[in-house]
């Protein structure tokens, strides 16, 4: 089992971010100003002499006394309600969110301050073994689940091999009987599908103890589509492979699917090789 870093994670529990983006308005073309006629100013022209008998003809001023009025009531503006969105949204520690996932055992490539594919695959993984709903994302109850001190337990008690629970559709690389790593993965639907001979099939991936008898690194161009690095398990071209899908239930046509970064990382070292065991159950 290796040491938690809890390090930084505390900053998590109490911060969450939304930001948007959109694209620039488009440049508006200026238009010429009108031409506008000016107008001769206030007290400009020739100006009108009153004789002296029109100024005597004028009544006289009467002084007029002013009218108090009483002041019109002030009435205080209602205050104008805020919206939650509009207030200032903390922001989350990214990258101690992922040291925190890492260190649980939930693998997500070096950890890089990004929310991620891969980490977003690492959330998938964490939310299926604690049983919150499946949606990828950070939300206070993610935070408080990621408070937990213990990894995954798989079902092996001893040995090195890779586990898949379709139940919960995990992957677990088991060694000495301990979990190394959980990988989000998917397999087969169980529904009905025709093959690239219009055979009728049923997307299933077999339960049972297998071992892992071929492999192919890179790309294969399959009959039921593109698929990256496969080693193969069982009967009928089943195998554990990389895809550029990876949703948080089944989809696949029996195999298991698993990021392509993720099952590059298990080539690389050497985390599944020929002849050692997987264990669907």
């Not at 969450?16 to 009108?34: E, H, L, Q």
């Amino acid at each position: 089992m290796r040491p938690l870093r809890l390090v930084g994670f505390m900053a998590v529990a109490a911060t969450f971010a939304i930001v948007s983006c959109g694209p620039a308005p488009a440049p508006t073309r200026a238009t010429s100003p009108k031409q506008v006629k000016s107008e001769p100013a206030v007290g400009q022209g020739r100006p009108r002499v009153r004789t002296q008998a029109a100024v005597s003809r004028l009544p006289a001023a009467r002084r007029v006394q002013p009218v108090a009025k009483a002041p019109a009531p002030v009435r205080s503006a209602p205050a104008t309600p805020v919206a939650a969105s509009a207030a200032a949204a903390p922001r989350i520690d990214a990258k101690a969110l992922q040291h925190r996932l890492s260190s649980l055992g939930y693998w997500l490539g070096e950890p890089d301050g990004q929310l991620g594919g891969l980490t977003r695959q690492a959330i998938f993984a964490f939310q299926k073994t604690r049983g919150l709903p499946r949606d990828g994302k950070v939300s206070p109850e993610l935070i408080e689940a990621l408070k937990a001190v213990s990894a995954p337990e798989p079902r092996s008690r001893t040995g090195d091999l890779v586990e898949i629970d379709k139940g919960r559709q995990l992957m677990f690389v088991v060694r000495d009987g301990r979990v190394l790593w959980t990988f989000n993965v998917s397999t087969g639907t169980d529904k009905p599908y025709e093959d690239e001979d219009r055979r009728k099939q049923t997307a299933h991936t077999p339960e049972g103890r297998w071992i892992f008898e071929r492999q192919l690194h890179g790309l294969r161009e399959a009959d039921l589509g593109d698929i990256w690095s496969p080693k193969y398990f069982a009967p009928g071209g089943v195998a554990l492979h990389g895809s550029e899908s990876v949703p948080a239930h089944p989809s696949s046509h029996g195999c298991v699917r698993i990021s392509i970064p993720a099952i590059n990382y298990i080539w690389e070292k050497g985390l599944a090789p020929l002849g050692s065991t997987i264990w669907v159950y």
